[in-house]
């Protein structure tokens, strides 16, 4: 049961080339021209999770995820220079467009809580792009991904950093990306999601879903403001439990400001996640915001077009 994400994830890679050429009549069964919308989002990714926007046909975009340490509370404040002078999570990465709606990826992330050292195989694919006239109302496309830790295993077998066998490291998200642009200025975007972790502490879940909620206000031509909110369905008993413990969940929020300039765009971020993939954020945060457990961080994009005209502008 524990290799059934990585085979759905495999096939949704194998048919998504398969599915864009029987979705594309819809734009043109009539005979009349839909125009598309473009830039619901001016990245890939919003603040943490994902946007319904892809990659241009042999685009590689080179990513960098930073999240700083607490800007206030215990750990922050002046003697660390507002969380300036440590590191939550660092993630780096290459993704390609293998399509126009069709992007995969692989990343490296230093990871947070108990898994660390992470190497992640990613996919999505936009079946749906929104359309000026309303013909096509909303942006949909389906996004997954498998993470493996590279740590060393503990000797504890009773932690979740224990591992007996490989599937013990792996950790998988398949997630729904619904966007709809209203007008020139804003989006707005939901996100049912699945996190399946093959190995966790005592009480805690293998199987959660959420659901995210984001937007983005453009302020100009190359300013906007982003908002993103996750609501995991943790059950009761496991919030009592670690509660018990001294540990409380809380529910990812972040804010930021995304600027493009030209090839590159720059995101700066305010969360209370201290990990940057979906895996762990999710269903590992454990520092909030009115405790001063908050960090600001910054997402850098940069594409480069391969075997083709540069044309990252349309």
């Given at each position: 049961m524990k290799i059934i994400p990585a085979i759905l994830l495999c096939l949704a890679a194998g048919t998504a080339a398969?599915?864009?050429?029987?979705?594309?009549?819809?734009?043109?069964?009539?005979?009349?021209?839909?125009?598309?919308?473009?830039?619901?989002?001016?990245?890939?990714?919003?603040?943490?999770?994902?946007?319904?926007?892809?990659?241009?046909?042999?685009?590689?975009?080179?990513?960098?995820?930073?999240?700083?340490?607490?800007?206030?509370?215990?750990?922050?404040?002046t003697k660390t220079f507002f969380g300036t002078d440590n590191s939550t999570d660092i993630r780096i990465a290459f993704e390609y467009g293998i399509s126009d709606d069709l992007m995969v990826g692989i990343s490296r992330s230093k990871g947070a809580g108990n898994l660390r050292q992470l190497y992640e195989g990613l996919v999505k694919y936009r079946f749906l792009q929104q359309t000026r006239d309303d013909y096509v109302p909303v942006s949909v496309a389906v996004f997954g991904n498998m993470v493996i830790s590279g740590m060393p295993s503990a000797a504890d077998k009773s932690v979740p950093d224990y591992f007996g066998t490989t599937a013990d490291r792996m950790t998988y998200v398949a997630q729904a990306l619904v966007s709809r642009k209203f007008a020139e200025r804003l989006s707005f975007t939901l996100m049912p999601t699945y996190v399946h972790r093959n190995r966790v502490s005592y009480m805690d879940m293998n199987n959660m879903f959420a659901l995210g909620a984001a937007g983005r206000l453009k302020l100009s031509k190359r300013l906007g403001l982003l908002a993103e909110y996750y609501y995991p369905f943790r059950t009761a008993e496991s919030k009592d439990y670690f509660k018990s413990l001294g540990t409380k969940f809380y529910n990812p929020l972040g804010v930021g400001l995304e600027i493009e300039t030209g090839g590159h765009v720059f995101s700066i971020t305010f969360t209370n996640s201290t990990a940057i993939l979906e895996n762990q954020f999710i269903p590992e945060t454990t520092t909030s915001w009115l405790q001063g457990q908050f960090r600001w961080g910054f997402n850098i994009s940069r594409r480069f077009t391969l075997f083709g005209k540069k044309d990252w502008k349309k």
């Amino acid at each position: 049961m524990k290799i059934i994400p990585a085979i759905l994830l495999c096939l949704a890679a194998g048919t998504a080339a398969q599915a864009q050429n029987s979705l594309e009549k819809l734009f043109d069964s009539t005979g009349t021209t839909h125009t598309r919308v473009l830039d619901t989002y001016k990245s890939t990714r919003i603040i943490q999770g994902q946007s319904t926007e892809t990659l241009r046909k042999h685009e590689l975009d080179f990513r960098v995820a930073h999240r700083f340490g607490d800007a206030g509370g215990e750990f922050g404040g002046t003697k660390t220079f507002f969380g300036t002078d440590n590191s939550t999570d660092i993630r780096i990465a290459f993704e390609y467009g293998i399509s126009d709606d069709l992007m995969v990826g692989i990343s490296r992330s230093k990871g947070a809580g108990n898994l660390r050292q992470l190497y992640e195989g990613l996919v999505k694919y936009r079946f749906l792009q929104q359309t000026r006239d309303d013909y096509v109302p909303v942006s949909v496309a389906v996004f997954g991904n498998m993470v493996i830790s590279g740590m060393p295993s503990a000797a504890d077998k009773s932690v979740p950093d224990y591992f007996g066998t490989t599937a013990d490291r792996m950790t998988y998200v398949a997630q729904a990306l619904v966007s709809r642009k209203f007008a020139e200025r804003l989006s707005f975007t939901l996100m049912p999601t699945y996190v399946h972790r093959n190995r966790v502490s005592y009480m805690d879940m293998n199987n959660m879903f959420a659901l995210g909620a984001a937007g983005r206000l453009k302020l100009s031509k190359r300013l906007g403001l982003l908002a993103e909110y996750y609501y995991p369905f943790r059950t009761a008993e496991s919030k009592d439990y670690f509660k018990s413990l001294g540990t409380k969940f809380y529910n990812p929020l972040g804010v930021g400001l995304e600027i493009e300039t030209g090839g590159h765009v720059f995101s700066i971020t305010f969360t209370n996640s201290t990990a940057i993939l979906e895996n762990q954020f999710i269903p590992e945060t454990t520092t909030s915001w009115l405790q001063g457990q908050f960090r600001w961080g910054f997402n850098i994009s940069r594409r480069f077009t391969l075997f083709g005209k540069k044309d990252w502008k349309k």
